[in-house]
């Protein structure tokens, strides 16, 4: 069986689309794999599957093998460097179309998931995240409890659930962690994405919307609070065009500086390895963010285990 060989499997999942679920994904991924731990992406966001261009790898081909399909290699382990390999699956590679959505009714979309958790083959993995498609139908009740089915209990880490200020002032986070405790998924925590902005210029974050609110919500659904993800107009940058976002001399995030050096100095291509950039060097005011939230997930997993 696929999943068989995976340690732990860790739902990410929001109420309402276009939230940042796939990014926070992404994210969590590239910082689980610099991390050390052998990581795989299953995108089942039959909506509109975007991780394949997050990772910079539309083109890419699935082939088979006799133990299923194989996912595509974003990055081997490199263990010298301490850094974990990185595979991605996504339903993006079998669509004819780059940007094609899946239009299928909910049985057809219930059997390509059960297909996905089965027939693909994932080797030792560390971590696998799924980013699932948003909502809180009966059709997603229907897509989260054949994902548990697959998989055994102690594989089962829980769900980070991502939100945004205006998701929580319009109650959609409820929502998602009522669907949780209604299928039975753990919440590792709440990501707040999209809270206040990072300007181009300064790199001065301001709360455009009301902000704390993601807190106050987890703390009275008794989940942790894994932390609050500005805007920032250079991430899209890198994600859309998977050039590395410019910071103008003297941008500092969290007391790092982050100006963007000449290619020569870093001695990087910047058109390639794009979104592992983001960590490395770091190339993004989000980098620290993320890799802090990366490490609350790590410590509420190995709670749960
Ligand atoms: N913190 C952020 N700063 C800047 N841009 C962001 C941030 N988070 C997400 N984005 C951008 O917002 C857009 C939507 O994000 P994303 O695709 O991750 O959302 P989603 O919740 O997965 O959407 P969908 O409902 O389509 O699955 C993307 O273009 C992404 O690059
Ligand atoms: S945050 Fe700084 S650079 Fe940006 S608009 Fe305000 S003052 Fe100007």
């Known amino acids: 069986m696929s999943l068989s060989k995976?340690?732990?499997?860790?739902?990410?999942?929001?109420?309402?689309?276009?939230?940042?679920?796939?990014?926070v994904t992404t994210?969590?991924?590239?910082?689980?794999?610099?991390?050390?731990?052998?990581?795989?992406?299953?995108?089942?966001?039959?909506?509109?599957?975007?991780?394949?261009?997050m990772f910079a790898i539309e083109d890419a081909k699935v082939t088979q093998a006799p133990g299923g399909w194989l996912p595509i290699i974003v990055?081997?382990?490199?263990?010298?460097?301490?850094?974990?390999?990185?595979r991605v699956m996504s339903l993006g590679f079998l669509l004819p179309r780059r940007g094609d959505?899946?239009?299928?009714?909910?049985?057809?979309?219930?059997?390509?998931v059960r297909q996905f958790l089965?027939?693909?083959?994932?080797?030792?993995?560390?971590?696998?995240?799924i980013d699932t498609p948003p909502g809180t139908s009966d059709e997603h009740i229907s897509l989260a409890e054949t994902l548990l089915q697959k998989a055994r209990l102690d594989q089962l880490a829980g769900a980070?659930?991502?939100?945004?200020?205006?998701?929580?002032a319009t109650?959609?986070?409820?929502?998602?962690?009522?669907?949780?405790?209604?299928?039975?998924?753990?919440?590792?925590?709440?990501?707040?994405?999209m809270c206040g902005f990072v300007c181009p210029n300064c790199s001065e974050c301001t709360n455009i919307f009301m902000s704390g609110g993601g807190e106050v919500m987890a703390s009275d659904f008794g989940v942790r609070f894994l932390g609050r993800v500005p805007i920032d107009p250079q991430f899209l940058?890198?994600?859309?065009?998977?050039?590395?976002?410019?910071?103008?001399?003297?941008?500092?995030?969290?007391?790092?500086?982050?100006?963007?050096?000449?290619?020569?100095?870093?001695?990087?291509?910047?058109?390639?390895?794009?979104?592992?950039?983001?960590?490395?060097?770091?190339?993004?005011?989000?980098a620290p963010i993320f890799k802090t939230i990366t490490a609350d997930v790590i410590s509420a997993v190995q709670v749960i285990a």
């Open 6 to 23: 995976v340690k732990h499997i860790v739902l990410v999942l929001s109420g309402k689309g276009g939230v940042g679920k796939s990014s």
């Open 27 to 53: 994210q969590l991924a590239l910082s689980l794999s610099l991390a050390g731990h052998s990581v795989g992406v299953l995108d089942v966001d039959l909506t509109g599957p975007s991780i394949p261009r």
């Open 75 to 86: 990055h081997e382990a490199d263990p010298s460097a301490g850094i974990g390999s990185l």
């Open 101 to 112: 959505a899946v239009v299928w009714r909910g049985p057809k979309k219930t059997a390509m």
């Open 118 to 129: 089965s027939d693909v083959f994932w080797d030792e993995l560390d971590y696998l995240l």
């Open 160 to 168: 980070v659930v991502v939100t945004t200020p205006q998701a929580v």
């Open 171 to 193: 109650a959609d986070v409820r929502k998602e962690l009522n669907f949780c405790a209604k299928t039975g998924i753990r919440v590792l925590g709440v990501v707040e994405n």
């Open 237 to 286: 940058v890198l994600i859309e065009t998977g050039k590395r976002p410019r910071y103008p001399k003297g941008t500092a995030v969290n007391g790092q500086d982050i100006s963007t050096p000449s290619q020569e100095q870093n001695g990087v291509d910047e058109t390639k390895d794009a979104a592992l950039l983001v960590h490395k060097y770091p190339a993004c005011s989000l």
